[in-house]
């Protein structure tokens, strides 16, 4: 709908409020029947990149081509295979894949489908082997309880070894559940509304977040969220991590 100009996005120093009414779909190399919706990069201030990939059945999402550039992807719906050196067929909703850096692989839709893909540029540690792919189902990961409230519920989609230098969490509030504390942290997030909705406080604004909404958090962005309504809002976020913040 037409809204006079007005949307809730918003570009901030320290964030990034992207709501479904201002995407832009756009195409991308390496990517066949498919657009990409680029939310966060280092051209809005982000150390990473992450956009939502739209599948036609049978499009593909292959390597970036990109040195030194690793991969991280969720099915939000439908369906893909991954190929690499194995083939691992049929991940589904909440099936995830970690692709090393000059790692071979392409993503195949199978059905309809749409991804969120997170890239950065690995940062090797001395005396440190390098990380695996990782392929896997949210499904399958044991939920911790954040600070111990049941209510928050945390899954840990990559292992947490050094090798890595990146989490992706999905975070599930019951409704009416909050983070127990205002967080600021020198990590930065990128983060994909899942399901529900609430509350984002970001730095001095707070927002109401719901459907598809993203959210980048720059380092050091005050940062809370509170669900609202009658069911569960989940969220997928990612965060850098297991590095010294000198590199
Ligand atoms: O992992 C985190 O820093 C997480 N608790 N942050 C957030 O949900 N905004
Ligand atoms: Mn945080």
Same mark, same amino acid.
């Given at each position: 709908?037409f809204?006079?100009?007005s949307?809730?996005?918003?570009?901030r120093?320290?964030h990034?409020l992207?709501?479904?009414d201002?995407?832009?779909?756009?195409?991308?190399?390496?990517?066949?029947?498919?657009?990409a919706?680029?939310h $966060?990069?280092? *051209?809005? !201030?982000?150390?990473?990149?992450?956009?939502?990939?739209? @599948?036609?059945? =049978? /499009?593909?999402?292959?390597?970036?081509?990109?040195?030194?550039?690793?991969?991280?992807?969720?099915?939000?719906?439908?369906?893909?295979?991954?190929?690499?050196?194995a083939?691992?067929?049929?991940?589904?909703?909440?099936?995830?894949?970690?692709?090393?850096?000059?790692?071979g692989?392409?993503?195949?839709?199978?059905?309809?489908?749409?991804?969120?893909?997170?890239e950065r540029?690995?940062?090797?540690l001395?005396?440190?082997e390098g990380p695996?792919m990782?392929?896997?189902?949210?499904?399958?990961? $044991?939920?911790? *309880?954040? !600070?111990?409230d049941e209510?928050?519920?945390?899954r840990? @989609?990559?292992? =947490? /070894?050094?090798?890595?230098?990146?989490?992706v969490?999905?975070?599930?509030?019951?409704?009416?559940?909050?983070?127990?504390q205002?967080?600021?942290h020198?990590?930065?997030h990128?983060?994909?509304?899942?399901?529900?909705?609430?509350?984002?406080?970001?730095?001095?604004?707070?927002?109401?977040?719901?459907g598809?909404?993203?959210?980048w958090m720059?380092?050091?962005?005050?940062?809370?969220?509170?669900?609202?309504?009658?069911?569960a809002?989940?969220?997928?976020?990612?965060k850098?991590?297991?590095?010294?913040p000198?590199?």
């Open positions: 709908m809204e006079l100009g949307t809730r996005s918003a570009h120093r320290n990034l992207h709501t479904p201002a995407f832009v779909r756009t195409p991308l190399p390496r990517l066949e029947r498919g657009v919706i680029v $966060a990069s280092p *051209a809005g !201030g982000a150390g990473f990149t992450q956009y939502t990939v739209e @599948l036609e059945a =049978g /499009g593909v999402l292959g390597a970036s081509g990109l040195m030194g550039v690793e991969r991280f992807c969720y099915v939000v719906s439908g369906a893909v295979d991954l190929s690499s050196d083939v691992f067929r049929g991940l589904g909703v909440g099936g995830y894949a970690y692709v090393p850096a000059e790692v692989h392409a993503f195949t839709a199978s059905e309809a489908a749409v991804l969120q893909v997170i540029p690995f940062t090797p001395d005396g440190v695996r990782v392929v896997g189902r949210e499904g399958d990961v $044991a939920g911790a *309880a954040l !600070g111990g209510d928050l519920i945390v840990a @989609l990559m292992p =947490g /070894g050094f090798e890595y230098d990146f989490a969490n999905t975070m599930t509030y019951a409704p009416g559940a909050a983070l127990s205002v967080e600021v020198v990590m930065e990128g983060l994909m509304m899942l399901e529900g909705g609430g509350i984002y406080r970001l730095g001095d604004a707070w927002s109401p977040v719901t598809v909404y993203f959210i720059g380092p050091y962005c005050p940062q809370w969220f509170g669900a609202i309504g009658k069911r809002a989940k969220y997928l976020i990612y850098d991590f297991n590095r010294h000198l590199g």
